[in-house]
């Protein structure tokens, strides 16, 4: 069992920059893929990125440059900063583990998910 929260969102203007915290217990880190996923009003939960177990990050083309994943595993803790963001960041963002080392962008692969947490960029 793994339990995930995340903190950390909020309103932002464009160009501006916000840290996304999850914070995990259950099981450390060290051992499972952390995900970053996002879902707008309306849209399918989208992949964002991942973490491997040895800090090794992918990200989507969408957030490619602008987005970095960075896990703390003695505080059991990932890190989603977000620089230059636009509009179209705009959704609710979560983390999620997937303990079974297989890497996926697909959502339905990972195992545990946190409650999510707002992120709303202004124009």
């Known amino acids: 069992q793994v339990q995930l929260v995340e903190s950390g969102g909020g309103l932002v203007q464009a160009g501006g920059s916000l840290t996304l915290f999850c914070a995990a217990s259950g099981r450390t880190l060290s051992s499972v893929i952390m995900g970053w996923f996002r879902q707008a009003p309306g849209k399918e939960r989208e992949f964002v990125g991942y973490?491997?177990?040895?800090?090794?990050?992918i990200y989507s083309d969408s957030v490619k440059g602008r987005f970095t994943i960075s896990r703390d595993n003695d505080k059991n803790t990932v890190y989603l900063q977000m620089n230059s963001l636009k509009p179209e960041d705009t959704a609710v963002y979560y983390c999620?583990?997937?303990?079974?080392?297989?890497?996926?962008?697909?959502?339905?692969?990972?195992?545990?998910w946190g409650q999510g947490t707002q992120v709303t960029v202004s124009s």
């Open positions: 999620a583990a997937e303990t079974s080392a297989t890497v996926s962008r697909r959502p339905e692969a990972y195992d545990y």
């Open positions: 973490s491997m177990r040895r800090g090794t990050t």
